[in-house]
């Protein structure tokens, strides 16, 4: 194991520390946070905010399947002079927001690396699909699959290599990081499920996925470093301090499903994790993902995110981007750097003996394994010109060579008939939290009235920004803002939607949309001759990149909108299109009859929600996050000041260790408002016969899993079935629909304490019509049950009864079962 390694040579790299080793107090944490002592010390095993040093860097191999790309990327790599195999780790300006440059001789054409996780932002005609919180709160493994298969062909049709998609960090610890919507959820399991049959399918359609951003960027506070004008530096990126068990069993485990998939890539992220940043911290790269998870692939760094040159590439990084300074420092100022670091120090480093050739050669065999073994040699699309005067990110004038891009001026649609995919996934996403006195499906009702400014259209230009949100006042949510953006070739619109479906029943719709007049009106002398049969209530709340939420409520006073409408008509209809959590004090109120959580639905937005409150569709989704009475009821905040001026004083300490969403409130007997897990249906549904069985003989479940070669993924044994759950579930309503059976595991006492009282780790969606009754199985992998034991450095399976719970939500279990792995 790396960090046995790592022990062994620990007080010969003290004494020369490279920046990923170098450890600092914390401002608040002086007395505990660190002492040099060996890692293995048990000392500091309950300490963290230091990183320890892991070296070498380690070797790809081609394991995982990739042994026929690996030997072509090796003999690509045997072709190539020293300074291509730097041109090769570092980008420059060119058409995309990523670039490597071509080299002709070889018939390589370039890397064109395109952003993001919801649609490739800068290119037109393609489409905005539903945010990944939208996907999350479907739960469905189906339309995670589907939604990105269809992006990849976007992406490959356009001829971008890379998808800088999906994302897992943040992955949810704080309700209010601004990039929780990009990424799916604060459970690991769900976002794993999630990460994986992303990359699947963009990885289907032949592009490289990059799993990002590796690891715990739980904030975009202070998320880079800040300098002085005169260019001295002010303060280090936040580091998030979290400790070794936190960090497998939470934020690393969606990226061990990456890279257990075979993601192409992993992207670094900008702050710094336990002291050190995370593009150049050995442990996390060297460690933790290249010798743990046994990962194949390269890591890219975020734009602008590396800080380091030798130390870096010791460190594992094997490509930086955007690889130059050469941008318009107006578009994101925060990222504004001095220096490059790669590119031609590559060549410097290699050749003065500071990197070792060999260790250049991996970075870029690490590169072009991925693009061999999805074939990205063969016919792929070339660079669809319209990247390259829309890329305001560097500008045709800021290329430093000149690109070989046919500069034709013909449209290159990619949208093919993803828009009714996009409907459907976002339809079937949507979650309904309240529907009392039968309020929904709407059954031709004579008269709607639409309220709020989340209704129409969008008043100020595309959404898909980083600026000012003051503009967004008017208009429906479809998409966040930042990188993780779309640039929306069309919006429908809630209000054009629903009146084209009114019109069907000659129902009379109106519309107030200014949030303020009804907020601040009498309900009924807004009307005009009587007052609705439905009052839908569009409400919204925004979140981006750079910065963080400020606040749970809706936006633009939402609640006193509801107030408002609530008071005076008795069948008001909630519909939000959201970030993610947002605190709902109307939702008990006794005319608010249904409540529809929607998130942030893609460009088709008006016709899914159209669709579900029309009962065209049955709403299926469930929530992918827990929604708390009060703002306060929730931990582990962002840290959002910091009283004192050391240079590394901003510091996040992940106290609450495994205790973020239902683990946090299941643990301390929290009421909530709305569970982890939860959403209705229009019909109901019954379970029974819960069967458990185990795959393996009687005794033969050892603590340890057997020490087998590391593959993509880290130990095999971690991924392999030891039990089966099936159960029936039955439709006993009326109609056709779908719902979720979720299983959740209590482990036994044995287990470490702070291990949460229950943990998802099984769901499968599935569709009955009325009175059908069909059986659904979970697979239980011997990673489901182990926790990551701090002291042997490996997963173990505690021994005692572990009790398997199944139910439609984490806190409506239905059954159980025990199993008792390793007797006590
Ligand atoms: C910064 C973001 O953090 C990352 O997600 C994105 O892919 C890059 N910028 C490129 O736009």
Known sequence: ?????????????????????????????????????????????????????????????????????????????????????????????????????????????????????????????????????????????????????????????????????????????????????????????????????????????????????????????????????????????????????????????????????????????????????????????????????????????????????????????????????????????ELARMTSLFGGNITTMVSNGSVAEARLNDMVTRIMTPYFHLRQDEDYPTVDPSSVFLNTFSNQSSWLRPWNITQDTSIRDARDNHAEIIRRHAAESTVLLKNINNALPLKAPRYIGIFGNDAGEIQNGPINRFGSDESLEYGTYAVGGGSGSGRLTYLVTPQEALKARAQQDGTVVESWLNNTLVATSDATTLWSYRGPDVCLVFLKSWAREVIDRESLELDWDGNAVVESVASSCNNTIVITHSAGVNVLPFADHPNVTAILLAHYPGQESGNSITDVLYGDVNPSGRLPYTIAYNESDYNAPIVTNIQTTGVEDWQSWFDERLEIDYRYFDANNISVQYEFGYGLSYTSFDMSDLIVESTQQSGAIQQFPAATPVTPGGNPELWQTLYTASIAVSNTGLSRGSTVPQLYISFPDSAPSGTPPRQLRGFEKVELAPGERRTVTFEIMRRDISYWDVFSQEWAVPSGDFIFHVGFSSRDLVASATVTPIAA
């Open 1 to 333: 194991m790396a960090t046995v390694a790592a022990t062994a040579l620990w007080s010969l790299l003290l004494l020369a520390a490279p920046i990923d080793a170098q450890v600092y107090m914390g401002a608040d944490r002086s007395a505990d946070a660190f002492t040099w002592v060996q890692p293995l010390n048990t000392t500091i095993l309950g300490q963290y905010g230091h990183s320890e040093p892991v070296y070498p860097s380690p070797s790809s191999t081609g394991a995982g399947g990739w042994a026929e790309a690996f030997e072509k990327a090796q003999a690509f790599v045997a072709e190539l002079t020293l300074t291509e195999k730097s041109d090769m780790v570092t980008g420059v300006p060119g058409p995309c927001i990523g670039n490597i440059y071509p080299i002709p001789r070889l018939n390589f054409s370039g890397i064109c690396l395109q952003d993001g996780p919801v649609s490739l932002r800068i290119v037109d005609y393609v489409s905005v699909f539903p945010s990944g919180v939208t996907v999350a709160a479907s739960w469905d493994k189906t339309v995670m699959y589907e939604r990105n298969l269809a992006m990849g062909r976007e992406f490959r049709a356009k001829g971008a290599h890379v998808a800088l998609a999906p994302s897992a960090g943040p992955m949810g610890r704080c309700v209010y990081s601004g990039r929780n919507w990009e990424g799916f959820s604060p459970d690991p399991y769900l976002s794993g499920v999630a990460m994986e049959l992303g990359i699947r399918g963009l990885q289907d359609a032949g592009v490289q996925a990059v799993a990002k951003h590796f690891v715990a960027n739980e904030q975009e506070i202070m998320r880079n470093p800040v300098y002085y004008t005169n260019g001295t530096l002010q303060y280090e990126a936040i580091s998030a301090n979290v400790d070794d068990r936190t960090l497998h069993e939470l934020y690393m485990w969606p990226f061990a499903n990456a890279v257990h998939e075979g993601v192409s890539s992993v992207m670094c992220s900008y702050q710094r994790a336990n002291g050190s940043y995370s593009c150049q911290n050995s442990k996390l790269l060297n460690g933790l993902l290249k010798d743990e998870l046994g990962f194949q692939g390269y890591v890219v760094s975020d734009w602008y995110a590396l800080h380091a040159g030798v130390d870096a590439v010791n460190a594992g990084m094997d490509m930086d981007m955007p690889g130059t300074t050469r941008y318009n420092r107006s578009y994101v100022p």
